[in-house]
C-alpha cells in the first residue's frame, strides 16, 4: 500500500522551531518529488514546499520562504520540513503529499496524501 | 501573482451532474487538478493533467480545461460525492490552490 505518515506536530511558542518527518512507504521514493501542504483550522488548502527526487529542485510559497526549510533522506524514505520563526498564521494541519513525477513542475500533481499533523503555534 | 478562482459553494441534486468551475488567466495553457476533500480527512486526488483520473477514482468523474476555466464534472452526483472540493496547477515554481468549493447534494 502506497502511504505516507506525518510526525512532529504539536504545541510550539512564537518564535519557536519545529521539524516535521514523513515517512514514506508502498513506492519507490527517490523517483518522485515530494511535497508539503498545509490547511489552517477551518481554511482551504494552501501550498508549502517542495522537492525534487533527488533534493535538487527546491520550492517555497512566499509565506514561509526564509524560515521553512525542506530536505529529504532517500536512504531513509523520509521527507523533512524544519521550520521556524513560527507565527500564529502557522497554525494549520501539515499534510506530507507525494508527487506523480521526478521533477515537480507543470505536469506534476499532489497524488498521495498523509493524515497530516497539527502544529499548533500559541504561548 | 497568478491565482485560481472558485466558486464558494454548489448545490446539485442526486442524480443529477454537478459542475465546478476554476478560473484564471490563461489557465487553459496549464494543467488542472481536482481534490476532493471531505470532512475530517486528507485530501484525495480526483483528476490531474486536466482529464486523467487516477485509479480508483469513479467514472462519473471528468475534466476539462479550456481558455480561462477549468471544469470538474460529476456525472450522476451521489450523496457520497458531497464534499469540499479545489482546483490547482503551477505556475513556475509555485503551486495555486483555488478557495474550495463546497458542493451540496441536496
Known amino acids: 500500500e502506497v502511504q505516507v505518515v506525518e510526525s512532529g506536530g504539536g504545541l510550539v511558542q512564537p518564535g519557536g522551531s519545529l521539524r516535521l518527518s514523513c515517512s514514506a512507504s508502498?513506492?519507490?521514493?527517490?523517483?518522485?518529488?515530494m511535497h508539503w501542504v498545509r490547511q489552517a483550522p477551518g481554511k482551504g488548502l494552501e501550498y508549502v514546499s517542495t522537492?525534487?527526487?533527488?533534493?535538487?529542485?527546491?520550492y517555497y510559497a512566499d509565506s514561509v520562504k526564509g524560515r521553512f526549510s525542506i530536505s529529504r533522506d532517500n536512504s531513509k524514505n523520509t521527507v523533512y520540513l524544519q521550520m521556524s520563526s513560527l507565527s500564529a498564521e502557522d497554525t494549520a494541519v501539515y499534510y506530507c503529499?507525494?508527487?506523480?513525477?521526478?521533477?515537480?513542475?507543470?505536469?506534476?500533481?499532489?497524488?498521495?496524501w498523509g493524515q497530516g499533523t497539527m502544529v499548533t503555534v500559541s504561548s | 501573482s497568478y491565482e485560481v478562482t472558485q466558486p464558494p459553494s454548489v448545490s446539485v441534486s442526486p442524480g443529477q451532474t454537478a459542475s465546478i468551475t476554476c478560473s484564471g488567466d490563461?489557465?487553459?495553457?496549464?494543467?488542472a487538478c481536482w481534490y476532493q476533500q471531505k470532512p475530517g480527512q486528507s485530501p484525495v486526488l480526483v483528476i490531474y493533467?486536466?482529464?486523467k483520473r487516477p485509479s480508483g477514482i469513479p467514472e462519473r468523474f471528468s475534466g476539462s480545461n479550456s481558455g480561462n476555466t477549468a471544469t470538474l464534472t460529476i456525472s450522476g452526483t451521489q450523496a457520497m460525492d458531497e464534499a469540499d472540493y479545489y482546483c490547482?496547477?503551477?505556475?513556475?515554481?509555485?503551486?495555486?490552490f483555488g478557495g474550495g468549493t463546497k458542493l451540496t447534494v441536496l
Open positions: 508502498g513506492f519507490t521514493f527517490s523517483t518522485v518529488a
Open positions: 503529499v507525494k508527487g506523480l513525477v521526478e521533477q515537480p513542475g507543470w505536469n506534476d500533481a499532489f497524488d498521495i
Open positions: 490547482q496547477a503551477w505556475d513556475s515554481s509555485t503551486v495555486l
Open positions: 490563461k489557465l487553459g495553457d496549464k494543467f
Open positions: 522537492i525534487s527526487s533527488h533534493g535538487a529542485s527546491i
Open positions: 493533467q486536466d482529464v
